[in-house]
Structure formats: structure tokens, C-alpha cells
């Protein structure tokens, strides 16, 4: 059955701190692992990766994907308060395009 | 630009009533999919559609259904609520096979739903 799974389920943190996500997955026909930021409401799109080794980045944020050891992780470096959110991993198959999602590592950045 | 709309915010139903959560976009995205969301939980995939007349179970079916008569609008009907169906739904659209390359699913706000 295909899993993904997140680690920690939760992280306290105080400002201006690195933290690192990590998920890991097994899922057959994989396509492609995207991460989310959840706040409030619903999920909003941070990053998607497919090949393995190349870094996605976008300010403070970045992710790397393992294809071989079925890993990524985001990390956030200088966190703010506002980087505090769950953060959702999910595993897109190439059959239909759905995805498996974990359930998420929920940050919290402290001033 | 509405993108995708769920409606209602929020509900409360009773054990064995019926509901219709409403999906519509505006997007012309082809794909589309409902998901449950639990306390302290992942999404689960509950169906999807990669086009009108067309949809499938996901992960999740039991206690739903759905039906896409057109491109925009996804509803999803829950008969004889249960307790268990307590959860908020989103609604995701794709669209297509270059979307989930370059954007990722785009969600709505979130169906509250409490069965009591």
C-alpha cells in the first residue's frame, strides 16, 4: 500500500533557527513529490521535484529529493513567525495524477 | 478571479441526513478531487474525475458519491451522514498533465462539516 510518511509531527522553533522536514515515501509509478504550506485554510503549493539531487529553492525555503533512498526534505533557514504552519508532503502516481499526502509536520516559530 | 469555490463554509448535519458539498471552477482545469481532512491528519483521497463524466474512488469512498456533468463543477453527496464523516473536505483541480508539473493542485477554502 502506498505510504508517505513525515517527520517530527511537530517542531518548536524560535525565530531566526534552521529546521529540517523530512518525508519519505513508498509509492508505486511515482511521478512526483510536492510540499505544501497549510495555515489556516487550505493547502498552498510550494514545490514539486522530480529528479533526484537538484534543489529547489525559493527565498528561505528549499527542498531535495532522493529517488533512491524514497526521501526529501525541506528545510527553512532564518525562520520567521510566519513561517509557522503544517507543512504537507504529498506523492503525485503517474496513473491518475492524485496524491498521497502524509500528515504533516506542524511548525512553530517562536519570536 | 474565483479560481475554485466550495460551498458551504461550514455545516452541521444530523446522523442519517444527506448533504451536497459544492465544487465549481472556473479554470477550465481538467482533473478534480475531493479530499477529507482530520484533525492532526494528511489529506485522504476520497474520489476524482479527470473529466466530465468521468470519476473514480479514491482512497476513501465509503459513505459518498459524485457525479461531474461538466468541466466545472465536481459536487460531492453524502448520504445517511455518520459521525465519522466529521472532517473538513477540500476540493483540488489540476489542469492537466503539464498543471501538476508547474503548479501543483489548486484547492479551495475548505468544507467544514460536523455530524452530530
Known amino acids: 500500500e502506498d505510504k508517505v510518511v513525515q517527520s517530527p509531527l511537530s517542531l518548536v522553533v524560535h525565530e531566526g533557527d534552521t529546521v529540517t522536514l523530512n518525508c519519505s515515501y513508498e509509492?508505486?509509478?511515482?511521478?512526483?513529490l510536492l510540499w505544501y504550506k497549510q495555515e489556516k485554510k487550505a493547502p498552498t503549493f510550494l514545490f514539486m521535484l522530480?529528479?533526484?539531487?537538484i534543489e529547489k529553492k525559493s527565498g528561505r525555503l528549499s527542498s531535495i529529493l532522493d529517488k533512491k533512498e524514497l526521501f526529501s526534505i525541506l528545510n527553512i533557514t532564518a525562520t520567521q513567525t510566519g513561517d509557522s504552519a503544517v507543512y504537507l508532503c504529498?506523492?503525485?502516481?503517474?496513473?491518475?495524477?492524485?496524491?498521497?499526502f502524509g500528515a504533516g509536520t506542524r511548525l512553530t516559530v517562536k519570536p | 478571479n474565483a479560481g475554485v469555490t466550495q460551498t458551504p463554509k461550514f455545516r452541521i448535519l444530523k446522523i442519517g441526513q444527506s448533504m451536497t458539498l459544492q465544487c465549481a471552477q472556473d479554470?477550465?482545469?481538467?482533473?478534480m478531487y475531493w479530499y477529507r481532512q482530520d484533525p492532526g491528519m494528511g489529506l485522504k483521497l476520497i474520489y476524482y474525475?479527470?473529466?466530465?463524466?468521468?470519476?473514480d474512488k479514491g482512497e476513501v469512498p465509503n459513505g459518498y458519491n459524485v457525479s461531474r456533468s461538466t468541466t466545472e463543477d465536481f459536487p460531492l453527496r453524502l448520504e445517511l451522514a455518520a459521525p465519522s464523516q466529521t472532517s473538513v473536505y477540500f476540493c483540488?483541480?489540476?489542469?492537466?498533465?503539464?498543471?501538476?508539473?508547474?503548479?501543483?493542485?489548486?484547492f479551495g477554502s475548505g468544507t467544514r462539516l460536523t455530524v452530530v
Open positions: 504529498a506523492v503525485a502516481n503517474l496513473n491518475n495524477n492524485d496524491m498521497r
Open positions: 483540488a483541480t489540476l489542469r492537466g498533465e503539464g498543471g501538476l508539473t508547474l503548479y501543483g493542485y489548486t
Open positions: 522530480t529528479s533526484s539531487g
Open positions: 509509492v508505486t509509478n511515482f511521478r512526483s
Open positions: 479554470m477550465n482545469h481538467n482533473y
Open positions: 474525475s479527470v473529466g466530465a463524466g468521468i470519476t
